[in-house]
């Protein structure tokens, strides 16, 4: 496990399923496991999570050090990241061989506690699936243009399929004047969130190059700029109003996806969050199987004085907890790289 926990930002993305310990002991394969888990996506790439390693399960646990207290000051996003990583986990598991089950919200009193992951101790005998272990390495957050090729409608029920056995419905967008609304929706919120300068110094603080050793946080390449020109980013950011500027970039991307997706549940609770953070996962490993990419436009959710705005236009009666673009990267832009992450000796933890 000491090979493990050392792994560098660099390297983890890069996981071969050959080097599962098939032989070890159920810790090694769990501790193996979580390198697929940390590869979920989270809030300004905050992982906040921390994996606590038992012999026979991993508890997920909220990391509060890492809060984004303006952004989301109630820790909904950061749930949702760390459920995301626990089904992502489960889903690796699956994809094995292995059997075993994932328990929300394991410990009443401990709250912080979003999921657990138990290993079954009969021996693994299902069918590997190396397309879902690909399909996790690979999953990006591509925040550049999309081209204009329409999503499939199997596809599009496959992923409504995907999020629907969380009690998550996904819905999904292609009429031109809904992305209209929810493009001014997005613009009406990027005004707001920056025109708040802690806003932008939170957004600042988790501006850093992938070359930083910190092993998080948003980085230029990201956005199509170079890396070098994070910091110079980030101190635009904390200095001057950009809302304008930001939302100039956003509404095209609005417009021009092929498909919006708004993940909605009946209610807002804790419970509500892990099962949209497991929904998300499940229909990010589902659209990277079939060559899809996304961004996610969560400003009118973030901005509570326009999120029952949203919830009235994509999804009636019901709570909107993400929103999502879909689509195909535009030909002749280049796949941005993956987004750094921590080292494992950072969030695993032996109980």
């Known amino acids: ?64 050090s890492r809060a984004l207290h303006m952004v989301d000051p109630h820790d909904r996003e950061m749930t949702m990241s760390c459920a995301a990583a626990a089904e992502t986990m489960f889903a690796a598991l699956r994809a094995f061989g292995l059997t075993g089950a994932l328990t929300p919200l394991p410990v009443a009193q401990a709250p912080d506690v979003v999921a657990r992951v138990t290993l079954s101790p009969q021996p693994a005998g299902g069918a590997e699936d190396y397309e879902m272990l690909d399909a996790i390495a690979s999953r990006r957050t591509v925040r550049r243009p999309y081209a204009d090729t329409p999503v499939p409608p199997g596809m599009q029920t496959l992923m409504r399929e995907a999020a629907r056995p969380f009690g998550v419905e996904l819905s999904l967008f292609e009429d031109t004047a809904v992305k209209d609304a929810v493009a001014e929706l997005v613009v009406d919120a990027d005004h707001i969130q920056f025109a708040d300068p802690a806003f932008r110094d939170e957004l600042a603080a988790w501006m850093h190059p992938l070359t930083s050793p910190a092993g998080d946080g948003l980085a230029g390449p990201g956005f199509g700029f170079p890396d070098w020109a994070t910091r110079v980013a980030a101190t635009l950011f904390r200095m001057f109003d950009l809302g304008s500027a930001v939302a100039r970039m956003d509404k095209p991307n609005v417009l021009g996806a092929p498909l919006l997706g708004v993940f909605s549940t009946p209610g807002d609770t804790r419970a509500d969050w892990v099962a949209t953070g497991r929904a998300l996962a499940a229909v990010l490993h589902v659209v990277t199987m079939h060559g899809l990419v996304n961004a996610f436009l969560n400003q009118p959710i973030e901005v509570t004085t326009i999120r029952p705005k949203l919830a009235e236009l994509g999804c009636p009666g019901r709570t909107p907890q993400l929103l999502s673009r879909f689509g195909y990267l535009k030909e002749g832009i280049a796949m941005p790289p993956h987004a750094a992450r921590r080292r494992l000796d950072e969030v695993l933890i032996a109980a």
Request: aromatic share 10%.
């Open 1 to 64: 496990m000491a090979e493990t926990e050392t792994l560098t930002s660099e390297q983890a993305w890069s996981i071969e399923p050959s080097d599962f310990p098939r032989n070890g002991s159920s810790r090694d394969v769990l501790a193996f496991l979580v390198r697929y888990a940390v590869l979920a996506p989270s809030g300004h790439n905050t992982q906040p999570w921390r994996f606590v390693l038992s012999d026979d399960h991993v508890d997920i646990v909220a990391d509060t």
